[in-house]
């Protein structure tokens, strides 16, 4: 597996976390890939052999050439039906809503294709260009001319949703909602509003996925150990609660993710 990730230009910086690339040669005995939520949404290209997305332990679908995957809360699974070669656009929480006009729940829980987001003519002439780019650095360029152009066209997102996002990143996940509003009950109710629009889930679910993923780091790395250690670190009450949220957004126990063939692409995604 030849997994790579690339810096975004610095006008996209504050809205994009990075570019990667995903190369997996063809095998005779392909292995699901569980999925995890890390808060951002993706926006992906495929230009290998298809993909399956599981809808069921034994149901799938095959994923779109070009979508956008929204935010998701619970895992699902990935398998690859040949060669993978897969181009991605990872945006901070915040991020997409700056290049679209819909509102962002919409896309949660599924992949969109490109088209119905941005017009059929539109999507047809960016998935060739990327088809037809030499390389990952050729398909960044064509990438970014096409967002930061997005970008002058479409509403910026409203400054309270940066702001929380922003606290939280920073905080990974340790802020409350209610601290960061300094008890606001009327700023609560309208970031839970606009949250819904531009994020695609609740401040609160947003503050858990983050909170989980700085856990994640921790038990990919050295530090990864002693569960109790990153309970700690974490902020969780007890470790009883970080492996509950755990299972909640992996579908199984910190000790069953270490090591396990169906975890190999999200331990590379979110080492």
Known sequence: MDYQT?????????????????????????????IIPDGKIEMVFIFGDDIKRYTTDNNFILQPRAFVLGQILEPFFVEPTGYVNSFSISFYPFGFANF??????????????IEKLFGK??????????????DTQARITIAEKFLLNRLSQAATVDSIVKSTVQVLLATKGNTSISNILKDDLSKRRQLERKFSKQIGISPKQLSKVIR??????????????????????????????????????T?????????????????????
């Open 6 to 34: 690339y810096q975004p230009h610095p006008d996209l910086a504050s809205l994009i976390s990075c570019y990667w690339s995903l190369e997996v040669p063809s095998s005779d005995n392909p292995q699901k890939q569980r």
């Open 100 to 113: 679209m006009e819909e509102p962002i729940k919409t896309l949660a829980n599924k992949e969109t294709p």
């Open 121 to 134: 003519d539109v999507a047809k002439k960016l998935e060739l260009e990327m088809v037809r780019a030499k």
């Open 212 to 249: 989980l993923q700085s856990a994640l780091k921790m038990l990919l790395s050295e530090e990864g150990d002693n569960l109790t250690t990153i309970a700690y670190k974490s902020e969780y009450y007890d470790q009883a609660h970080f492996i509950k949220d755990f299972k909640e957004f």
């Open 251 to 271: 579908g199984i126990s910190p000790k069953e993710f270490l090591g396990h063939e169906n975890m190999e692409l999200s331990s590379a995604l979110y080492k």
